[in-house]
């Protein structure tokens, strides 16, 4: 088999053709859409995924080693089993995906916290699927998970493409690191000096775990009497 190209790929994503067990190997993906896709097992060695939108794709054994992934969107994707050695996922929106049995040794941006956007959480929200209370947002799963959420701007590019001073691209900061920063936000834009990135507004959510209650304290024997005490001592003495 011809080794596919980035527009057969996506073409094929969007027939809902599966590329289980495909070689796509060294193909620049960057930014594309494949949304759903079923890559099961594929081998995605040294291709460029940074800012791919991989939300829902089934993921599972796919080998992913040494893949850059920044600022792509792994929500609710299936990466069961999947090799991401010393991946780089920084920035990356891993809110829901599956990573059971997942190799992840040396992987960049995978923690328990996790960025959500604003776009998930405000569809989420459509489909009541999410409840927010305070600063607590718990999703409505069987497991209801809950979490602490923070403002949050993820940095996906400079505008007209140019350098990047901050060293910032695919990273997710708080409102207040930026400000510390000296960076204003506004929207979808963060202005540093005279450098102009393109952010997707979001939240931090930090997991609630709940506290174990305190152990119990074994009760006390009630104190012995007279007679049990001249018994022990006796069968001590005797």
Do not use: W
């Not at 080794?3 to 027939?15: G, M």
């Not at 829901?96 to 956007?117: D, P």
């Amino acid at each position: 088999m011809d080794k596919l190209t980035r527009e057969e790929i996506i073409d094929k994503v969007k027939k809902g053709i599966s590329l289980e067990g495909a070689n796509l190997k060294g193909i620049d993906l960057q930014g594309a859409g494949l949304k759903g896709g079923s890559f099961k097992d594929a081998n995605f060695r040294y291709t460029d995924l940074r800012e791919a939108n991989l939300q829902g794709a089934d993921l599972r054994g796919a080998k992913l080693r040494h893949v850059v992934l920044v600022g792509s969107n792994l929500s609710n994707a299936d990466l069961r089993g999947a090799d991401l050695t010393h991946a780089d996922l920084r920035g990356a929106n891993l809110a829901q995906a599956r990573l059971e049995n997942a190799q992840v040794k040396g992987a960049k941006g995978i923690s328990e916290k996790v960025f959500f956007t604003q776009k998930t959480l405000d569809s989420l929200n459509e489909k009541n699927k999410i409840s927010l209370e305070d600063d607590l947002l718990t999703i409505m799963t069987k497991e209801k998970p809950c979490f602490a959420i923070i403002p949050a701007y993820r940095f996906l590019r400079v505008e007209s493409g140019g350098e990047d001073p901050l060293q910032i691209l695919g990273k997710v900061k708080t409102e207040e690191e930026a400000k510390q920063m000296d960076i204003d936000i506004y929207r979808d834009s963060a202005i540093f000096k005279e450098t102009v990135y393109v952010v997707e507004p979001g939240f931090i959510g930090v997991p609630k775990i709940e506290e174990a209650p305190p152990p119990k304290e074994p009760e006390k024997a009630p104190p012995k009497s007279e007679e049990e005490l001249l018994a022990e001592f006796l069968l001590k003495n005797m």
